[in-house]
Structure formats: C-alpha cells, structure tokens
C-alpha cells in the first residue's frame, strides 16, 4: 500500500481504479510535463464521482446521466476493445477531475486496412485554463494514436480554436459537415437493431 502525504490523501491511485485502458499507453513525456499536483491516467468507473460530466459541461450541453447510467457507458465503451481511450487529468489534492479528453480509433478498409484516431470532448476546468492541460491532453491523445498505428490523428474545431491546434501540431484540412437529430430517441438496448 504507497503511502501518502496529507496533502494528498484524497488521491485514488491507478491500481485501486477499474481504468477504461492500460495506462502505459498515455506517453511518458506527457506525464513528465505535468506538474507535481496533477496526474494523467485512463477514465475510471468511478469517475462519475470526480466531476467528469461537470468538467465537459464547459463544451456544450452536458446532462447529468446518473451513476448507473455513466457507468453503463464506461461499460459499453470498455467491451469495445482497442478503440475508446478517455483520459482525465485529476488534482491529486481534491482527487478531481480538471482536463479530459478521448480519442477513438475507427478501423477501415482504406489504406491497406488503416486506422485512424478521432479526437473528441477536449475540455479543462475554467480554473485551471491556460496552464498547458489543453496541450498535454492533445499530446498524450496524439501519442495513444500513433502508438496503435494509425495513419492520421484526426479532431474537429471551431474557428477559435484552429490557433490552439496548430500549436499542438495539427493543420487545417477540409470542412466537417453534421447533421442533427431534431427528435433524438434516449438509447435503450431493447432498439438496438439486430444484424
């Protein structure tokens, strides 16, 4: 059992969470830049308690799921092997969450079976925006998607953001299109269509 400081003993370490991945996955260099107070790991099963959901609220509309169905999630998400890596990055003081950010890996029959990373739901806690945590979730997301080979690591922004990006590395490439349900159906597993 590590021991712990006061002045952390709110922090759940790795090995007592039940994470989405490995985290050996998250880049070395990635966790060096961080400082002291803060770690970066996989989304846990228990995340639903450190502020995940109010952390993405700073993106958009982000409706409090309950326990049981933030964890029917994580659930759905960790039974799809080697394609959802959530990490967070938690205040080792508070044992919550202040960034977080997933990519998913899309297999296709393209480019000699080729894979490509979709970065998604960047967000960091309005406290603690413009000390890098932004970056190193890009870099850590960008490294997981390089590291399972795949050709290109792909994300979508809004205008304000496109300078943000190009200082992590990415360019401005086409245009993203969407198209919104306007009457959305909440998901049961009763409709999902068999094939």
Not at 62 to 74: H, I, K, R, V, W
Not at 90 to 97: E, G, H, L, P, R
């Amino acid at each position: 059992m590590p021991s712990f400081t006061p002045d952390n003993e709110l922090f759940t370490p790795d090995d007592k969470l039940e994470l989405l991945f490995n985290p050996e996955l998250i880049p070395a260099s990635v966790k060096a830049e961080l400082p002291s107070d803060l770690h970066i790991r996989p989304l846990a099963r228990t995340d639903y308690h450190r502020a995940h959901i109010r952390i993405l609220s700073v993106l958009t509309s982000a409706p409090d799921p309950g326990l049981s169905g933030y964890q029917s999630t994580f659930d759905a998400q960790r039974t799809c092997a080697n394609t959802y890596y959530t990490l967070v990055i938690v205040n080792k003081a508070t044992d919550q969450i202040v960034g977080v950010g997933c990519v998913f890996i899309e297999r296709k029959f393209l480019r000699n079976l080729g894979k490509v990373g979709h970065i998604e739901d960047i967000a960091v806690s309005k406290d603690m925006q413009g000390k890098k945590l932004g970056l190193r979730v890009i870099q850590a997301l960008t490294g997981i998607s390089e590291s399972l080979g795949c050709y290109k690591t792909i994300l979508n922004c809004s205008d304000d953001n496109i300078p943000f990006y190009k200082k992590c590395g990415y360019e401005k490439k086409e245009n993203e299109m969407a198209k919104y349900n306007t009457a959305p159906i909440a998901p049961s597993r009763s409709s999902t269509p068999k094939l």
